[in-house]
Nanobody
Framework: VQLQASGGGLVQPGGSLRLSCAAS????????IGWFRQAPGKEREGVLC????????YYADSVKGRFTISRDNAKNTVYLQMNSLKPEDTAVYYC???????????????????WGQGTLVTVSS
């Protein structure tokens, strides 16, 4: 199981970015996929999850109304669309998958087992 996050970069406050999580070695369509982030000096926190049935679960209230998650199973990829970015969104963003396949719901944030390399998002003017 391999996951690779990409799409990070430097963006001004109020801007947008779309992150991608590409999967290899397993069928992404069978799994819920979550996005997490870790800001400098802080613990990792859950951001959003999308279930195999395309239902979204927000782990972080701070991103509601600004971030959305989607998946393209044909491309084995999950996306995190981030709008109205704020400096406090600056972090390394990771995607992850749980060990449990075929679950119709998103797992709790501490139930993820497979992690990809992160991608850095910096929100600054």
């Amino acid at each position: 199981v391999q996951l690779q996050a990409s799409g990070g970069g430097l963006v001004q406050p109020g801007g947008s970015l779309r992150l991608s999580c590409a999967a290899s070695g397993f069928t992404l369509a069978d799994y819920a996929i979550g996005w997490f982030r870790q800001a400098p000096g802080k613990e990792r926190e859950g951001v959003l999850c999308i279930s195999k049935n395309h239902r979204s679960t927000y782990y972080a209230d701070s991103v509601k109304g600004r971030f959305t998650i989607s998946r393209d199973n044909a491309k084995n990829t999950v996306y995190l669309q981030m709008n109205s970015l704020k400096p406090e969104d600056t972090a390394v963003y990771y995607c992850a998958a749980p060990r449990t396949r075929w679950s119709p719901v998103c797992p709790e944030p501490d139930e993820y087992n497979y992690w990809g390399q992160g991608t850095l998002v910096t929100v600054s003017s």
